[in-house]
C-alpha cells in the first residue's frame, strides 16, 4: 500500500450532500481503477481512469457518480446527492501502464450516509 | 453471478494449523492475484501468478495456479495469529476485459 494515498479516510455525509474522494497514485503511476467494498462482497469495479482520460466507466452508476483525473493532481471520484445505500468503503488502486496486474491498493474511504 | 467463488468463506482455526482456501472459475484467466485485506485497510497484493501449474511460496504461504488457468489455491502452513485477515483472489479473464474482477474473499481467524 506504500504509497497510494487517499483522504479522508472517514467520510460522514447527509443524505442530498455532495461526497468528494480523493486519490493520490503512487510515483510513476498514471493509471487508477476506483472500486466499492461493501460488508462480505467482494470488491467491485467502478471506473478505470488514465491521467485526462476515462478508460472504462462500466462499472459506475449512469447518475450522481462521477470520476476525473486531472493532469495535476489526484484523482477524483465524486457522488452527488448522496442516499444511504452509498455507504461503502471506496478504495483506489494504481498501476504502470503496462502492469495492470500488479495494482497497489490505497487504505481507502469510508463514506458514511446519515 | 460471481465469476470468481472463493471457499471457505469464513475459517476459524487455532495458531500452529494448516488451512487450504480455494479460488475456483469457470473461466480462464491470464493471470491471478491473491491479496489480504485487515480491517479498515487497503488490499496488499503477496503473489500474483500466470502460468498453468505455477507454484509460488511467500514463506509459510503456498500458492498454485490450476494446470488450466481456471483456479487457485493458498495454502497456510502453521497459521499464527498475524495471519488473520480477508483473503482475496483476483484475476483478468483471458482474452476478455483487462479490468481485474474480485472474488468476495475468505474471512481467516487465527486464535492464539
Known amino acids: 500500500n506504500a504509497g497510494v494515498m487517499q483522504n479522508p479516510r472517514h467520510l460522514v455525509r447527509r443524505r442530498g450532500q455532495e461526497a468528494r474522494l480523493r486519490c493520490s497514485p503512487m510515483?510513476?503511476?498514471?493509471?487508477v481503477y476506483w472500486y466499492r467494498q461493501l460488508p462480505e462482497e467482494g470488491l467491485k469495479f467502478m471506473v478505470y481512469?488514465?491521467?485526462?482520460?476515462?478508460?472504462?466507466e462500466s462499472g459506475m452508476p449512469k447518475e450522481r457518480f462521477s470520476a476525473e483525473f486531472p493532469k495535476e493532481g489526484p484523482s477524483i471520484l465524486r457522488i452527488q446527492q448522496v442516499v444511504r445505500g452509498d455507504s461503502a468503503a471506496y478504495f483506489c488502486?494504481?498501476?504502470?501502464?503496462?502492469?495492470?496486474?500488479?495494482?497497489?491498493f490505497g487504505p481507502g474511504t469510508r463514506l458514511l450516509v446519515l | 453471478t460471481q465469476l470468481l467463488e472463493q471457499s471457505p468463506q469464513f475459517l476459524s482455526i487455532q495458531e500452529g494449523e494448516n488451512l487450504t482456501v480455494y479460488c475456483n472459475s469457470s473461466?480462464?484467466?491470464?493471470?491471478l492475484q491473491w491479496y489480504r485485506q485487515e480491517p479498515g485497510e487497503g488490499p496488499v497484493l503477496l503473489v500474483t501468478?500466470?502460468?498453468?501449474?505455477e507454484v509460488k511460496k511467500l514463506k509459510r504461504l503456498t500458492f498454485q495456479f490450476g494446470d488450466a488457468r481456471k483456479d487457485s489455491s493458498l495454502h497456510i502452513t502453521a497459521a499464527q495469529p498475524g495471519d488473520t485477515g480477508l483473503y482475496l483472489c483476483?484475476?483478468?479473464?483471458?482474452?476478455?476485459?483487462?479490468?481485474?474482477?474480485f472474488g468476495r474473499g475468505t474471512s481467516l481467524i487465527v486464535h492464539p
Open positions: 473461466s480462464v484467466f491470464s493471470s
Open positions: 483476483a484475476g483478468v479473464v483471458a482474452g476478455g476485459s483487462y479490468i481485474p474482477t
Open positions: 510515483k510513476g503511476h498514471s493509471h
Open positions: 501468478v500466470v502460468t498453468g501449474g
Open positions: 488502486a494504481s498501476f504502470r501502464a503496462t502492469r495492470q496486474e500488479t495494482q497497489y
Open positions: 481512469l488514465q491521467k485526462e482520460n476515462i478508460i472504462d
